[in-house]
């Protein structure tokens, strides 16, 4: 029974929350505009703050970069120094060094070159260069060691130091101005001589290596670099903001009014769509069927429970995989492969076609397969639908039902067998009985007679051994297809093998054949129905000289016959014939089959059961040499055993 979709399902609750989802977006949009607000606060604060950074940064660079000129400059200087070290002090001596003129170009107003006792030896300029302001940095630098050639004084102009060592672009950002402890003003990159301009600035201490002139010491002594930013970047993100705000709060409430309508049809066409997904998935994991779709290139883009369960992979792991499949047998990868090409190329028989898959846990399962176009939404062909059945079972029952079939007519063809053999046994010993009286009643008459001709006599007492022999035969093998017991009784079985292949040696002989025997010396006694047993032993020698017909000579024969553990003797009959040629055991001893043309399929398949009737075991198998080794097991006599034998007889 189908299910009903819930009519809560179908269309929103009138009295419960679900009806105020539109006004969600609303509320989003005020709580936005005050993030938007708080945005614009926080990144005007931000900006300041990387303002000041900046500016920090900067008067810090700056008064790194006024050091490292000075220190280029005290440099120049003691190279100059070390240059007049042990010179005749003068004003010829000075103006000769290229220090000199390097400097002048540079930052240096006047180079001074005092003697020991602070008295002027030369000055160039002579007349020096004035300063901007009256206010000079100095550096001082002794000549000679200790200072005993004296020392080089060299003036600066402060403003021309910061003219010279602040970058062009700092100066354009920031005016740079040097001040005194009492914020009085020394120097400055402007001509605005404002102890200290408005607006956003930084103050860093100049210590260290700047010295001042007699006419600055004491203003100097606690001097500072101060950078002032000319004009604040002003920001349009605030006026922006709220331009923006106060267009979309409007938009926000006629928006929200046109998603509370939308949501009403969505929630109806959600409610409609989920009850059609729910039956639809219900009606494919609950189908009997393997469901499969794939692209045009064969790619897995679709699988239900069924075909999942059907290969043993879950359907993570097989969406998305592209040709060879991993539930395709490994042994036919070429064939499937070309097989799927045709599918995928449209040429799948409409009536579906078997194919033999592979469980994930290894197991061959038999399937058949049926597939259709898979069509979009536009009508057009993207790949195909396969519905897949499992026949595994059917294939399973077709296949017992044939070998039921099969083995109906074979047991019919054994009992009819049986039936012939029977009988031929039965019409067969009034004539054997007639020739064995006869050959009894010559043998009498000729012993009345007094004949004495040996020749004749063993012949006719061979013809009666042989017409017995035969008797037997055909007794013993009535009586086993006539599910009979087998006679069994302690034997010599060296001998039993001996008389078997003895009925052979002319056959042997004249297909030139070499029958050799290798019976163990110290062979016990076996419990066993000798008759049957020379019988199987003959049964074996004939096969292997029928494989030898036609081989190339040397044509040999071996039966041997050992002791095979504690409780078993061993027979083997091998050939340097061709051998088996693939065929096991099992196959040759199938009821009607055989490789002969006249053959009738039953000479080794009576020698097995003659031989399991013993408790033995008949197996096959290839020679050491070549050719092919026949083999079959006896029980050793025991006690018990030949008691069994002596109350059966």
């Avoid at 399962?365 to 026949?391: H, N, T």
Wanted: glycine fraction near 8%; include cysteine; charged fraction near 25%.
């Amino acid at each position: 029974m189908q299910a009903r979709p819930h009519p809560d399902d179908a269309h929103p609750r009138r009295g419960g929350w679900r009806p105020l989802l539109w006004t969600l977006p609303l509320l989003l949009s005020l709580v936005f505009v005050a993030g938007v607000l708080a945005w614009v606060r926080a990144n005007e604060l931000a900006e300041r703050e990387l303002e000041r950074q900046t500016l920090i940064t900067d008067a810090l660079s700056t008064e790194a970069q006024l050091r490292n000129r000075i220190a280029e400059e005290s440099a120049l200087l003691r190279r100059l120094a070390a240059g007049l070290a042990g010179q005749p002090a003068g004003a010829e001596a000075l103006a000769a060094r290229p220090e000199v003129n390097a400097g002048l170009r540079r930052l240096w107003l006047t180079v001074t070159w005092l003697d020991t006792r602070n008295r002027q030896i030369a000055q160039l300029p002579p007349q020096g260069s004035p300063a901007g302001d009256g206010l000079t940095l100095h550096l001082v630098e002794p000549v000679g060691p200790e200072g005993r050639d004296g020392k080089l004084v060299v003036r600066y102009d402060p403003s021309l130091l910061l003219k010279n060592g602040v970058p062009w672009w700092l100066s354009r950002k920031y005016e740079v101005q040097m001040i005194d402890s009492a914020d009085l003003l020394i120097a400055s990159t402007s001509e605005s001589r404002n102890a200290v301009a408005s607006g956003p600035s930084y103050r860093v201490s100049l210590t260290g290596p700047l010295r001042t002139g007699p006419l600055a010491e004491a203003a100097l002594s606690d001097a500072a670099l101060v950078l002032t930013l000319r004009e604040a970047q002003p920001t349009a993100l605030k006026p922006l903001a709220l331009v923006l705000i106060a267009g979309f709060l409007p938009l926000s409430i006629v928006a929200s009014w046109l998603l509370r309508r939308q949501m009403r049809q969505v929630m109806k066409a959600e409610a409609a769509w989920r009850t059609e997904a729910a039956w639809r998935q219900a009606m494919e994991d609950s189908a009997l069927v393997g469901l499969r779709a794939r692209d045009a290139e064969g790619v897995l883009l679709y699988v239900n429970r069924t075909f999942c369960e059907l290969v043993g992979w879950p359907a993570e792991q097989l969406l998305g995989l592209k040709p060879p499949m991993p539930y395709w047998p490994p042994d036919a990868i070429d064939e499937v492969t070309q097989r799927n090409r045709r599918t995928l190329a449209g040429e799948a028989p409409r009536e579906g076609y078997e194919a033999r898959w592979r469980h994930r846990d290894g197991h061959a399962i038999e399937v058949l397969v049926f597939e259709s176009p898979l069509v979009d939404a536009a009508g057009r062909q993207i790949g195909w639908m396969g519905s897949i059945l499992d026949i595994t079972e059917r294939k399973r029952l077709e296949e017992r039902e044939r070998r039921q079939v099969e083995t109906l007519a074979h047991n019919a063809r054994l009992t009819m067998l049986g039936e012939v053999a029977s009988t031929l046994a039965h019409e067969l010993n009034q004539p054997l009985t007639a020739i064995s009286s006869y050959n009894a009643g010559v043998l009498n008459s000729l012993e009345r007679q007094g004949g004495t001709d040996p020749v004749v006599l063993g012949a006719l007492q061979r013809l009666g051994q042989q017409a017995a022999q035969a008797g037997r035969v055909v007794q013993r093998i009535r009586e086993f297809l006539t599910r009979r017991e087998p006679q069994r009784e302690p034997c010599e079985l060296g001998g039993v093998i001996a008389d078997a292949v003895a009925l052979l040696g002319k056959e042997l002989a004249r297909s030139r054949i070499q029958l050799s025997l290798q019976l163990a010396p110290d062979l016990p006694e076996v419990v066993a129905d000798a008759v049957l047993v020379e019988q199987v032993v003959i049964n074996l020698v004939r096969n292997a000289a029928d494989a030898l017909a036609g081989h190339p000579e040397p044509r040999r024969i071996e039966v041997a016959a050992r002791v095979a553990g504690e409780r078993f003797v061993r027979i083997d009959v091998s050939d340097n014939g061709p051998g088996l040629q693939g065929l096991t055991a099992e196959q040759l001893c199938a009821p009607f089959y055989s490789t002969k043309r006249e053959g009738m399929g039953m000479g080794l398949a009576i020698c097995r059961s003659i031989v399991e009737a013993h408790q033995g075991l008949l197996d096959a198998g290839e020679a050491s040499g070549g050719g092919a080794r026949f083999s079959f097991s006896l029980p050793l006599a025991t006690e018990d055993s030949q008691e069994e034998a002596l109350q059966d007889v």
